[in-house]
């Protein structure tokens, strides 16, 4: 398995309805389910640098904005 499957197994997993784009409820779940606990700070500082990276601004994270967050 590759680091763009592992990658593209966890964007599956955390986008919970398929439509494409993480959103901040999603990544809540998402690491909630892994018992891990997300503050609203954690989510300010994840969304912004991830949006940043393409300027869509659009407040979800995008399988390329993911990939790059993942490669870093
Ligand atoms: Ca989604
Ligand atoms: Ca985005």
Redesign the pocket.
């Known amino acids: 398995m590759s680091a763009t499957d592992d990658a593209t197994a966890t964007f599956h997993e955390f986008d919970r309805d398929g439509d494409g784009?993480i959103t901040r409820e999603e990544f809540v779940l998402a690491m909630n389910a892994k018992g891990e606990e997300v503050t609203a700070a954690d989510l300010d500082s994840i969304?912004n640098a991830?949006?940043a990276?393409?300027g869509?601004?659009?407040?979800?994270?995008?399988f390329a904005?993911f990939l790059v967050a993942w490669n870093a």
């Open positions: 784009y969304f991830a949006d990276r393409d869509d601004a659009d407040d979800r994270i995008s904005e």
